[in-house]
């Protein structure tokens, strides 16, 4: 250790480290220095990205997380082989914060790789932040700069190497086709990550997950669901189909409710509203996909022509007759979770099944 530089600054005590301060402690790591506000620098500058959209951040290679529970998951986070999933480049807050993110930032410090790249905390006083950055903070705000991860690797590939969600009997995809509202799409997230979902398929036009409104809608749920971009849309349906996946598409008007759609098993029971002669039986036993649509339009016509089932949500009557006095359709997130859930249910392995 001793390569970290505390810039004149660190005065805080750190909480159960008896007298250590908070400049002491980051002197004593080798991947992260403690800098003021004040001093600037590069790293610092990359918070200027937050006055508007962090499209430029994420074009730079670069994600911004917010929230001290958001933070330490990106410090936590490591693969299978026990090195780091993320790499941070700097970290933002008051001194208070950081020393509460102090057991995540040493154990972080032990597992980088010896590259030469430092992360730059910049610590101080409410005020010092503000007046570094020219948007105010809280006394419990901390906000991490990381580096982004590695493009998604192309569709069919990672179809291939996907393994149920831990607990589960199958595989459930979530696809998003169109979904451009960055908070719809983490809360998406948070949904599949709660009720077992494998990994998300995004259409063009999807907001980024790795906005920053989409980290901090999803609670960190964005770091841990595989995902992957499909740029030919909605071609992408056909080979998740072919990859052996019931297609299931969340439809105003669907034509059949989904709890009559998903059978006793999970999978897709057979319809009551497609005549025989309209194909082969729907998908029974199979794993599920399940394509939901952007906030007005819905899924798209052509996707939902693709899909083995169009299905609905139930609503109270005066809902579904007088929006006027109620509501005509559910949030996107909501009708997915609806879903999501009743698969998950039945989808669960029992212990004798694991």
């Known amino acids: 250790g001793g390569a970290g530089g505390s810039g004149g ?8 480290e008896g007298s250590v301060t908070l400049g002491a402690f980051f002197n004593a790591l080798d991947h992260f220095t403690l800098r003021r506000p004040a001093e600037g620098g590069s790293e610092l500058a990359l918070y200027d990205a937050l006055r508007s959209p962090d499209r430029a951040l994420l074009r730079g290679g670069h994600f911004v997380a917010e929230g001290s529970l958001v933070v330490e998951q990106l410090l936590a986070l490591r693969r299978e082989d026990g090195t780091p999933r993320f790499r941070l480049v700097s970290l933002l807050g008051t001194e208070q914060m950081l020393g509460r993110l102090a057991p995540a930032i040493q154990r972080a410090d032990e597992d980088y790789a010896d590259d030469g790249s430092r992360c730059v905390a910049f610590g101080g006083s409410r005020a010092d932040l503000s007046a570094a950055t020219g948007f105010k903070h809280s006394a419990l705000s901390v906000l991490g700069i990381a580096l982004r991860p590695p493009s998604a690797v192309p569709l069919s590939p990672w179809l291939a190497a996907l393994a149920a969600a831990a607990g589960m009997r199958r595989p459930t995809l979530l696809l998003l ?21 494998a990994g998300v398929v995004l259409s063009p036009g999807c ?11 999803s609670m960190g749920a964005v770091f841990k669901l595989p995902y992957t971009f499909a740029p030919h849309w909605p071609e992408a349906l056909s080979q998740v189909k072919a990859g052996g996946y019931g297609l299931l598409a969340l439809h105003l008007q669907g034509s059949v409710e989904h709890t009559a759609a998903l059978g006793a098993n999970g999978g897709l029971a057979p319809s009551a509203a497609a005549p025989a002669a309209a194909g082969p039986p729907p998908l029974r036993g199979v794993p599920l996909a399940v394509v939901v649509g952007a906030e007005y339009e819905g899924v798209g016509e052509a996707a939902a022509q693709l899909a083995d089932e169009r299905v609905r949500i139930a609503m109270a009557p005066a ?9 005509d359709s559910l949030n996107v997130n909501v009708a997915a979770a609806i ?3 009743r698969i998950f249910a039945f989808n669960r392995a029992e212990p004798a099944d694991e």
């Open 339 to 341: 879903v999501l859930e």
């Open 319 to 327: 809902m579904e007759v007088d929006s006027l006095h109620g509501v």
């Open 177 to 197: 086709d169109g979904v451009i509202k960055p908070e719809n799409v983490g809360s998406l997230f948070r949904s599949a990550l709660a009720f077992g979902v």
């Open 207 to 217: 907001a980024d997950p790795l906005y920053r409104k989409a980290i901090r809608a």
């Open 9 to 16: 600054g660190g005065g805080e005590t750190l909480e159960g």
